[in-house]
Each structure stands twice: as structure tokens, then as C-alpha cells.
């Protein structure tokens, strides 16, 4: 597989919300469809592939419960923050031949920054320049 296969597609991501959003160390596929069933128009069976490819991914693990076997407990390998970076990685490879600076100057001009986004902005630079 390569490295852009092992990062969450859109529909992923969303069940990956749920894992960063809930605050629980573990969810069950039940937890995890009865949110997005009820925030999405998803189904059971396809939250139940989703997280089946995350696993795949090592995105997510899980452990089978130890009073029913047939209860898997799923658990996020990857925070946000490591799941942003690569998919940041992988649209820069993928639409700008990986150079960065192509990438942001596309993002830049194509959108109007208020004075605040740009002094945030001017902050970010200016940590990069000490590294």
C-alpha cells in the first residue's frame, strides 16, 4: 500500500470525529453508528466497513470484550494533529510534485484574510524561521 492509502478518506474521517470528539479511551461500532446515524446518512453496515478499513489502515485497533466475543472496542492510533499532517503530506505530493511553497501560495491567493488571519499567519512564518 502506499503511504497516501494509509490516511482516512473523507467518509473515514468522519468516524474518526467521533473517536477524537467522544473523550472515551474505546468505542464500540454501536457507539459510533448511533452518532453518525444520527448526524449523517450513513448506515450501520457502511460505519461497519469504514472501521474495518481504518483497522486496516492502523488507524484505529481494537480488542474483541472479554464478556462477549462477538463486542469489538475500537480505539484511535492516530491523533488528529498526525492524521492532518499526512493528509497535508499527501494533497501536497499529490497536487503540487510536494513542494510546499507552491501549495500554500494556491491556498493564499485564492482566499481574502482578515487582518487577524494574517497576523496569525505572520506568527506561524516566524516560528518556522526559528527551527
Known amino acids: ?55 486496516q489502515k492502523e488507524i484505529l485497533s481494537y480488542m474483541v470484550d472479554e464478556h462477549d466475543s462477538r463486542v469489538y472496542h475500537y480505539q484511535a492510533l492516530k491523533t488528529r494533529q498526525e492524521c492532518e499532517q499526512e493528509k497535508s503530506e499527501s494533497f501536497v505530493k499529490s497536487y503540487f510534485s510536494g513542494s510546499q511553497t507552491s501549495a500554500v501560495a494556491a491556498l493564499l491567493q485564492n482566499v481574502d484574510l482578515t487582518e487577524e488571519q494574517i497576523a496569525e499567519l505572520e506568527q506561524i512564518l516566524e516560528k518556522q524561521r526559528k527551527k
Do not use: H
Not at 22 to 49: N, P, Y
Open 1 to 55: 500500500m502506499r503511504k497516501e492509502d494509509y490516511t482516512p478518506s473523507e467518509s473515514e474521517w468522519q468516524i474518526m470525529e467521533v473517536f477524537w470528539q467522544s473523550g472515551e479511551e474505546t468505542l464500540t461500532s454501536s457507539d459510533v453508528i448511533k452518532v453518525l446515524t444520527e448526524s449523517s446518512d450513513m448506515t450501520a453496515k457502511m460505519i461497519r466497513v469504514l472501521i474495518n478499513r481504518l483497522c
